[in-house]
């Protein structure tokens, strides 16, 4: 499973699970969040995601790196705190209107250590936000909204124009909740480019009455991929709800990848055409038409694959972490942890692997048998070991194939040699794999 933070999707729902009667027994809220409408107890919609879950959300995201974080409606800081761990050079910005959210937040962000934060008291939906916030620009965001309704405000017609989503004067107002003010004021805070990732309930990405806004998200951003999350992600409710995860960039009509996570993990994502997606983005409804895709290729769905740089000689020779074929030795293929940390930037002549790489042998005896992910740590690579970067999504998929018995014969069939045998980027771009 994919352990690119310290947990994965797997332990996040067995963790899930154990406390699901506990939730039941505390409160019985019912699906009042699944509507999207009714958090008639609470107008500030404070239901906390646990924060296991917190932890496989930031998983879910592409970018390695950030600089500036965002967090609208922080809350006690579930996504803030695992952003934080994932990120950790980051400068974190959080808001929420709640004067009691902010003691938790420092007291989460104290324990992991990270100092480069700010948090402000404030009113996410007030048009004048950018003005409270200063000048500086955001290139990541997490954000779990209030689900409630919201009385429409003067204010508001400037936040959907600011953030290029004029279009959706022409919704409604009975379908433009709080969620999608907020994230009208996270574009307005966000560089072009952003990568954002966004909690919504399950009415926004399935029902019918918010299919435009669903047409209007999908051609105001890029849309990368939807995570359906289990039930009982959220403290004191089953509510069902969504991850959404996208660009700062105008939608390219290209396809969104659909999944859930489950007791296996994130599931293998299944790519659903934008105009299918503005009818529906709920991973439920496509697994039960059966849409379910047999094989994919590593060139296909745009994975990066360098080899590493360093010759045996070099490695020998070296002072700092190196990972070799010889390296390929721990338990699990899904928890590879490496021991180096500050190597300096990755570039050619100098590869590094870091959390969320797939490492690959290129040339061994048994390369079909050597594949890891790393989970923690960094090394610099030798040229017998390939490097591979996928979409979030699939990562699980694509280890889990290349391990299962007919990823292996797959790479005995494509590789060359006798005795030690030697693997091709391009063979290996093209591999037909079916997905585990
Ligand atoms: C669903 S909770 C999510 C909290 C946290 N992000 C998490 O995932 O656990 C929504 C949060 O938004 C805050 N909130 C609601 N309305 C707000 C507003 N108008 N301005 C700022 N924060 C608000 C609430 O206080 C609450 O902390």
New binding site residues.
């Given amino acids: 499973m994919r352990r690119l933070a310290s947990i994965s999707a797997t332990d996040a729902v067995s963790g899930l699970r154990r406390s699901e009667q506990a939730i039941r027994a505390r409160v019985d809220l019912g699906d009042r969040m699944l509507q999207g409408l009714g958090t008639r107890g609470d107008p ?6 646990d924060p296991l879950i ?1 932890q496989a959300f930031v998983s879910l995201f592409d970018r390695r790196h950030a600089t500036s974080i965002l ?9 803030t705190v695992a952003a934080a761990q994932r990120w950790s050079n980051a400068r974190i910005q959080t ?4 004067l009691d ?1 902010e003691k938790y937040i420092r007291l989460g962000m104290a324990s992991a250590g990270h100092q480069a934060h700010e948090h402000l008291v ?4 007030d048009e004048d936000l950018p003005e409270k916030v200063g000048q500086s620009r955001f290139d990541l965001a997490v ?6 309704r919201v009385r429409w405000r003067n204010g508001f017609a400037r936040i959907l124009a600011d953030a290029g989503m004029n279009h959706l004067h022409a919704v409604p107002p009975t379908a433009l909740g ?1 969620d999608i003010m907020f994230v009208a004021q996270i574009l307005r805070l966000a560089e072009p480019g952003a990568e954002i990732g966004v ?1 919504v309930p399950d009415g926004l990405v399935s029902a019918r009455r918010s299919l435009a806004v669903r047409q209007a998200l999908l051609e105001r951003l890029r849309v990368m991929r939807i995570v359906q999350l289990p039930r009982g992600s959220f403290r004191g409710t089953e509510a069902q709800a969504h991850v959404i995860v996208f660009r700062n960039e105008r939608g390219r009509g290209d396809p969104v990848e659909i999944s859930n996570i489950g007791i296996d993990g994130i599931s293998s994502p299944i790519p659903v055409r934008a105009e299918d997606a503005a009818f529906r983005m709920d991973f439920s409804f496509y697994k039960s038409t059966k849409i379910v895709r047999r094989g994919f290729t590593l060139r296909a769905i745009q994975a990066e694959i360098v080899r590493g740089s360093l010759s045996s000689a070099a490695a020998r020779a070296c002072g700092e972490p190196v990972f070799h074929t010889t390296g390929f030795d721990q338990t699990s293929p899904f928890t590879y942890r490496l021991s180096g940390q500050s190597l300096g930037a990755d570039r050619p002549g100098r590869r590094i692997a870091e959390p969320g790489d797939i490492l690959l042998a290129r040339v061994d005896r048994e390369l079909q048998r050597k594949i890891c992910v790393v989970a923690r740590g960094r090394a610099l690579l030798t040229d017998c070991i390939y490097r591979i970067r996928v979409p979030a999504t699939w990562r699980d998929t694509v280890v889990r194939s290349l391990l299962s018995e007919g990823g292996q014969a797959a790479l005995l069939r494509v590789s060359r040699g006798v005795g030690a045998r030697m693997l091709n980027r391009e063979d290996l771009l093209d591999l037909e794999i079916e997905a585990q």
Avoid: E, K
């Fill in positions: 500030l919609g404070r239901f906390y995601t917190g967090d609208l409606g922080s809350g006690r800081g579930s996504l808001i929420d209107l709640d959210a404030a009113d996410v939906l954000c779990n909204p209030p689900y409630t709080s909690i």
